[in-house]
């Protein structure tokens, strides 16, 4: 069976976001099923979705859709010769393979075959079961009955119990859990006192037998099914040999030793090199189709010449509109456009004094020829945006928005307002100060590539100097969970529900400091409220708000394109459901 594209059609409920470093992916990239994630994101909400459709061509014409490979007699040796493994071409993952504590998208897609959930995610951004064969909810909502699947088990061959269930609940309620998903906000009854120490179990989680737990809440919202039922077991046995109650010390010790119940376990991991995994024979679903798995660290640099050597048979490239034709011209890749369900940003630190001004965040959005910088980057394939969230959600307004067109007089006339006034140097100064911007850039990276002369340049302009400074994502987000930054670029990846933590004051994915109470009782009454069209009505005024303070330079929505080696089928690949949601069913033509 070959490969298809499925578009998207509606979403339900469901929620998030990831961080990525944005270059060849934006790779935003989909974590815990309760928030958003970055990439290089992180925390995830999984998501429901309606029915998918076979590949269909789009309005954007060539540019979005499915190009299948054409002369799979040129498929190099080095790619033919494994006729047991694939290897996928990634930016090096921080190292983080739990759930519970993973940011980035590339660790996120690691953790994906390794870990499963009680329920997953399908094409259309509505959720299945999954390690659940059965839930069962009460009348008022309140009670969440799993039954795990009787052929459940960790791939040291022991069974997936309720009790691991339990523990891992406990694990998130933890005192000391600071991973960015946000549990208490589950309203899971007694999880308040677990992570207060007043209490030695959660009262609402209560295990019935070996294959069914029951969950409890005081209150519930459009979340909570997609929360409780989203989280992966981790065993109990492996994980909480050290743990003590306030302590996750232990469990993180195991974050490069991962162990789960999904289709693929870990063998090896080389930090910024490779992750080697293999099938688990023990998987419920059947053992993998392709026996082994290796993640194999990329850079845009690299990662073109490494698809066309065969080295690797999988790889997410920045879309421009030359690397689309290169991608063709070598006939035996498969090249998948599709819009991507995230966003680019700058990030602004709004507890800098730099930025803690809502007309300075205005003037620097109005002062950055963003349509410049995306048509830099990627052409035809992206798009400038101003609220922060894809037009494939059914959330997605663009009623009462600024769009914050490109206007250097508008700017200077803000920051005058703002009273950072022009110097004999040129340069703005206020109380002393002056305005200097220290920009935390990733190397090798088409779009910061695109961004810093276009950035300095247009800065320049309004009397702001522009300092960069090269690192590698991960030391730029460790950068960022100190709040140790000014500005750097990064992207969210999106999960189908509109619920995040991103822009809520003190939100566990709040990376900004963005604070607006109007905001933060919005995003409590989406999540709250079941009706649909009453949600799309609230995040809309939560999005003209956001758009409104300017906490970030929202950049642009783009395509993603994945370059896949033909001699690999079976995907289910779209804007909701990534490609490692599929690689168990993946195998290798004959």
């Given at each position: 069976m070959k490969k298809?594209?499925?578009?998207?059609?509606?979403?339900?409920?469901?929620?998030?976001?990831?961080?990525?470093?944005?270059?060849?992916?934006?790779?935003?990239?989909?974590?815990?099923?309760?928030t958003p994630t970055e990439t290089a994101t992180t925390d995830n909400t999984t998501t429901e979705e309606p029915a998918a459709t076979e590949e269909e061509p789009a309005a954007e014409g060539d540019a979005i859709g499915l190009t299948e490979a054409t002369d799979m007699s040129a498929n190099p040796a080095a790619a033919t010769a494994r006729t047991d493994s694939a290897i996928i071409g990634t930016t090096a993952p921080q190292g983080v393979f739990n759930p519970l504590f993973h940011q980035t998208?590339?660790?996120?897609?690691?953790?994906?075959?390794?870990?499963?959930?009680?329920?997953?995610?399908?094409?259309?951004?509505?959720?299945?079961?999954?390690?659940?064969?059965?839930?069962?909810?009460?009348?008022?909502?309140?009670?969440?009955?799993?039954?795990?699947?009787?052929?459940?088990?960790?791939?040291?061959?022991?069974?997936?119990?309720?009790?691991?269930?339990?523990?891992?609940?406990?694990?998130?309620?933890?005192?000391?859990?600071?991973?960015?998903?946000?549990?208490?906000?589950?309203?899971?009854?007694?999880?308040?006192?677990?992570?207060?120490?007043?209490?030695?179990?959660?009262?609402?989680?209560?295990?019935?037998?070996?294959?069914?737990?029951?969950?409890?809440?005081?209150d519930y919202?459009?979340?909570?099914?997609?929360?409780?039922?989203?989280?992966?077991?981790?065993?109990?046995?492996?994980?909480?040999?050290?743990?003590?109650?306030?302590?996750?010390?232990?469990?993180?010790?195991?974050?490069?030793?991962?162990?789960?119940?999904?289709?693929?376990?870990?063998?090896?991991y080389s930090a910024g090199q490779e992750v080697d995994l293999t099938a688990n024979e023990n998987y419920y679903d059947g053992a993998a189709k392709v026996k082994n798995l290796i993640f194999k660290t990329t850079t845009d640099t690299t990662n073109m010449a490494m698809l066309q050597s065969g080295e690797t048979d999988l790889d997410n490239i920045t879309v421009n509109e030359d690397n689309v034709e290169e991608l063709k011209s070598m006939g035996f890749l498969d090249v998948d456009v599709l819009k991507n369900n995230g966003y680019g940003y700058v990030a602004m630190n709004n507890k800098?004094?730099?930025?803690?001004?809502?007309?300075?965040?205005?003037?620097?959005?109005y002062g950055l020829n963003r349509a410049e910088v995306v048509d830099a980057a990627y052409g035809?394939?992206?798009?400038?945006?101003?609220?922060?969230?894809?037009?494939?959600?059914?959330?997605?307004?663009?009623?009462?928005?600024?769009t914050y067109d490109y206007d250097p007089e508008k700017a200077k006339q803000l920051l005058d307002e703002a009273?950072?006034?022009?110097?004999?140097?040129?340069?703005?100064?206020?109380?002393?100060?002056?305005?200097?911007?220290?920009?935390?850039?990733?190397?090798?990276?088409?779009?910061?590539?695109?961004?810093?002369?276009?950035?300095?340049?247009?800065y320049q302009e309004l009397?702001?100097?522009?300092?960069?400074?090269?690192?590698?994502?991960?030391?730029?987000?460790?950068?960022?969970d100190k709040g140790d930054y000014e500005m750097f670029f990064a992207a969210w990846g999106l999960t189908p529900d509109p619920d995040t933590t991103v822009y809520i004051t003190d939100g566990a994915q709040n990376n900004s400091g963005y604070s607006n109470p109007d905001v933060d009782k919005l995003y409590a009454e989406g999540k709250k409220e079941l009706d649909l069209n009453k949600r799309k009505e609230i995040y809309a005024k939560a999005y003209q708000q956001i758009n409104a303070d300017a906490p970030e330079i929202l950049m642009y929505q783009r395509t993603n394109m994945l370059a896949i080696n033909g001699r690999l089928d079976g995907w289910d690949i779209t804007p909701y459901k990534e490609y490692y949601n599929s690689l168990h069913q993946v195998e290798i033509a004959q």
């Open positions: 298809r594209l499925s578009l998207m059609l509606v979403t339900l409920m469901a929620f998030g976001s990831i961080l990525a470093a944005c270059g060849g992916g934006d790779d935003t990239a989909k974590t815990d099923t309760t998208s590339y660790d996120v897609a690691i953790d994906g075959v390794i870990f499963p959930s009680l329920i997953k995610v399908k094409g259309d951004g509505t959720y299945e079961n999954d390690m659940a064969d059965k839930i069962d909810v009460s009348e008022d909502n309140k009670t969440y009955t799993f039954h795990i699947r009787d052929d459940a088990k960790f791939s040291d061959g022991t069974p997936v119990k309720a009790s691991d269930y339990l523990f891992t609940m406990k694990l998130y309620m933890d005192s000391s859990y600071d991973g960015q998903s946000d549990p208490l906000s589950w309203n899971v009854v007694g999880a308040s006192e677990y992570n207060k120490g007043t209490a030695k179990d959660i009262s609402g989680i209560k295990v019935v037998d070996d294959k069914t737990v029951s969950v409890t809440v005081s919202d459009a979340m909570t099914q997609v929360n409780l039922g989203g989280i992966a077991p981790l065993s109990e046995a492996y994980y909480g040999k050290g743990y003590k109650q306030g302590d996750l010390t232990s469990v993180k010790e195991l974050n490069t030793k991962p162990m789960g119940a999904g289709p693929y376990t870990m063998t090896k800098n004094p730099l930025f803690t001004d809502v007309k300075v965040r205005q003037a620097l959005t035809p394939y992206a798009e400038v945006i101003n609220i922060p969230q894809s037009d494939v959600s059914w959330a997605y307004t663009a009623d009462k928005i600024n009273g950072w006034k022009v110097g004999s140097d040129g340069i703005r100064e206020k109380d002393g100060k002056k305005f200097e911007i220290n920009f935390s850039a990733t190397a090798e990276n088409p779009v910061v590539d695109a961004l810093i002369p276009i950035m300095t340049e247009n009397g702001i100097k522009l300092v960069t400074e090269t690192l590698d994502f991960n030391a730029i987000m460790e950068k960022k």
